[in-house]
Every structure is written in structure tokens, then in C-alpha cells.
């Protein structure tokens, strides 16, 4: 569990605790994913979950994100990052699958919030992990905004899929 200074807590999502059901961002696909999938994507180790709530009132989620080990082949990335990548055909990489904010937060900064903690855990790892790029699926064209806005970049031929280089986020941190 990590505590910014800022009141907020980033911690697994504990389904005894916190209150899936009380969650809405909004988006029927998210919200329907942490009421009734997330659960078993954590018991089956296909994502991991977090979430972010007030150190006031710990049950209430603010937001969340999930994180699972994929991969990204070499030859859909675009040749500039290829250049500094080592040359195997598939990147070892973390894929952001989910990340939303409540609806009753909305526009307040908290997914960038959600985002640099998403950054700073794969940071910690992608060394440990051999980590080389951070992937996420645009949702739609407002999430594929928000992406790119902090850097993110298409992938050759894969539609709404963006990447990042963790060196980047290394840098940035």
C-alpha cells in the first residue's frame, strides 16, 4: 500500500473491503468489470487490481487500474524505438488493461494520479521483470487522448493499441 502525501491510498483491491458495487465512472464496460470480473481475474492471475481511496474513507474507490505481464512484437513497434530495444521478436511489456476514475471525480486530476502510480509500480519492476514498454487498448477516443497526452504512442498497425517505453517513464520520474 503506498500513501501519497496528497490523502489518497493506492492499495489491491481488497473485495471484502472495498465497495465495488458503489463504484461509476460512467462507462458501463469499467464499471461492470470491477463489480463483477475483477474478483476473478485476481484469483486466476490474469490482472492484478488496484485501487485509490481517500485515507478517510478506505472504502470508497476513487478509481482504479489494472496490471498484467503481455508482450508487444518487435516489428509493431515503429522503427525509431526499435533501434534501442534488443532485437527479439516479441518486448517483454506491462499492460495498463483498465484504468478509471469515479464519476463524481471526474475532471479533477485523478487519473493522472492513477497513472503515475500505475508508472511508478511498473518502474519499480521492469528491472526485476525485464520490462521494456507499458501498453494500454484506448477504450475510445477520449481515453486514447488522455494517453497520449502523457506520452504514449500508436503501435504500427494496431489500432487503438499505444505503447510507452519504460525508459521514458524511468526519465520522467
Given amino acids: 500500500m503506498t500513501q501519497p502525501p496528497n490523502g489518497l491510498i493506492f492499495t489491491l483491491l481488497d473485495p471484502a473491503l472495498h465497495d465495488r458495487q458503489g463504484f461509476s465512472c460512467g462507462e458501463p464496460s469499467l464499471d461492470a468489470y470491477l463489480k463483477n470480473q475483477a474478483t476473478q481475474d485476481i484469483n486466476r492471475r490474469a490482472a492484478v487490481v488496484y485501487v485509490m481511496t481517500s485515507n478517510t474513507k478506505t472504502t470508497e474507490i476513487i478509481g482504479y487500474y489494472t496490471l498484467s505481464a503481455s508482450s508487444v512484437q518487435l516489428q509493431d513497434i515503429p522503427a525509431a524505438t ?84 519504460v525508459a521514458t517513464v524511468e526519465k520522467a520520474l
Fill in 82 to 165: 526499435q533501434k534501442k530495444l534488443a532485437r527479439y521478436p516479441a518486448v517483454a511489456a506491462s499492460l495498463i488493461g483498465r484504468l478509471a476514475v469515479s464519476g463524481t471525480v471526474k475532471g479533477k486530476g485523478f487519473g493522472k494520479l492513477l497513472l503515475r502510480d500505475t508508472f511508478q509500480r511498473i518502474v519499480s519492476q521492469s528491472k526485476d521483470l525485464a520490462i521494456t514498454v507499458i501498453i494500454v487498448d484506448a477504450l475510445n477516443e477520449d481515453a486514447e487522448n488522455f494517453y497520449k497526452h502523457y506520452g504514449f504512442m500508436s503501435l504500427t498497425n494496431q489500432g487503438n493499441r499505444l505503447y510507452l517505453p
